[in-house]
């Protein structure tokens, strides 16, 4: 009998790059605004812009998108495509990282805030609040 031996794969045969290459975080940006009024519009408009070019900067990023809702309340997360179609890609695992202005743009309602966040921390996603400069998976 032959002897054989197993050499492992050292590049990705469909991304071309190394195995032991560094991955790029995937990030998306969430926006959200509670009224079509002139003013928010403009918010919603600024938050889009903002996270677009904040993600897509960074060479150390990988752009997913960005989720939005525009003249939703914040009270529910349950009529709110955006916020859902959101959760579902990061529990999906396209998301490593979600980027949005406060905690209030994510949910104005605690109890679900708390849980979304312990349902995306359990799969490693972090969300990023830049208003108040918490991070999810911070202790």
Request: contains cysteine; proline residues 4%; negative net charge.
């Amino acid at each position: 009998m032959p002897n054989i031996t197993c050499i492992p794969a050292t590049v990705d045969m469909h991304a071309k790059t190394p195995l032991d290459a560094p991955r790029k975080k995937r990030l998306a940006g969430y926006a959200r605004v509670s009224s079509g009024s002139e003013e928010q519009e403009s918010s919603f408009e600024a938050q889009v812009d903002y996270y677009t070019k904040k993600i897509q900067e960074n060479p150390d990023w990988e752009f997913v998108g960005i989720y939005a809702d525009e003249a939703v309340s914040g009270l529910s997360i349950k009529n709110r495509p955006g916020f859902q179609n959101m959760i579902a890609d990061a529990l999906d695992g396209k998301i490593d990282i979600i980027l949005t202005k406060s905690v209030s743009r994510l949910s104005r309602n605690t109890a679900d805030n708390l849980e979304t966040i312990r349902a995306l921390k359990e799969k490693g996603v972090e969300i990023r609040f830049e208003k108040e400069s918490i991070s999810s998976l911070d202790g």
